[in-house]
């Protein structure tokens, strides 16, 4: 099972990130595949996942990024993606995608710093 | 929100000894299938979290025995049964029964 995360770099304050996260060694389309993020010395946060589409396909967000996030996938190509609107300093952490609900693998995470 | 309350913070372990973290939370983390979607992470220094318990007391694949799960409700522990040098880094609980999923704040684990 391998995750990677890519997309991720210096961004200023008010524009938008859009990560992808690649996978491979396992069925995806059969899987949900979540979001986390980890801003610098602190814990991990949950972002949101998005079941797979045979569970219904629907997402959930955090409050933190709740109208701002969109999380999608493409089955086809076994990659899951993340969007986030409106950046502010604040945004700024490791971005990881993680496989299923339960967090069981997680990629080596994406550095997005926002910073004008 | 449920909020996990681990302790300790810090946590100071002699080679070869046994290590014990507790996580509580605020609210019973049993799911309504019945399932309680308690886990555990270890993160070292500049790496990825890694999970290593599921669902309380399941242990991932790879995972020594040395590690194991347990409680119930709103009390659960991670304990290892005897720490070898790997194990430094900080350890968290998170749960997945309700929404939004958040975690513990974290126990570091260093070497005597």
């Known amino acids: 099972v391998r995750l990677v995360e890519t997309g991720g770099g210096l961004i200023q304050p008010g524009r938008s990130l859009a990560l992808s996260c690649s996978t491979s060694?396992?069925?995806?389309?059969?899987?949900?595949m979540s979001w986390f993020r980890q801003a610098p010395g602190q814990g991990p946060e949950w972002l949101g996942f998005?079941?797979?589409?045979?569970?219904?396909?629907?997402?959930e967000y955090a409050a933190s990024v709740q109208g701002r996030a969109t999380i999608s996938r493409d089955d086809s190509k076994a990659i899951a993606y993340l969007q986030v609107s409106g950046l502010s300093v604040g945004d700024t952490a490791v971005y990881y995608c993680?496989?299923?609900?339960?967090?069981?693998?997680w990629g080596p995470g994406t550095l997005v710093t926002v910073s004008s | 929100d449920v909020v996990l309350t681990q302790s300790p913070l810090s946590l100071p372990v002699t080679l070869g000894q046994p290590a014990s973290i507790s996580c509580r939370s605020s609210?019973?983390?049993?799911?309504?299938?019945?399932?309680?979607?308690l886990n555990w992470f270890h993160q070292r220094p500049g790496q990825s979290p890694r999970r290593l318990i599921y669902k309380v007391s399941n242990r991932d694949s790879g995972v020594p025995d040395r590690f194991s799960g347990s409680g119930s409700g709103t009390d659960f522990t991670l304990r290892i049964s005897w720490v070898e040098a790997e194990d430094i880094g900080v350890y968290y609980c998170?749960?997945?029964?309700?929404?939004?999923?958040?975690f513990g704040q974290g126990t570091t684990l260093e070497i005597k």
């Open positions: 998170m749960q997945g029964s309700h929404l939004p999923y958040t």
């Open positions: 993680s496989l299923g609900g339960a967090a069981a693998v």
């Open positions: 060694g396992f069925p995806f389309r059969d899987y949900a």
């Open positions: 998005i079941k797979s589409h045979n569970k219904g396909g629907q997402t």
């Open positions: 609210h019973s983390l049993v799911f309504s299938d019945g399932n309680t979607y």
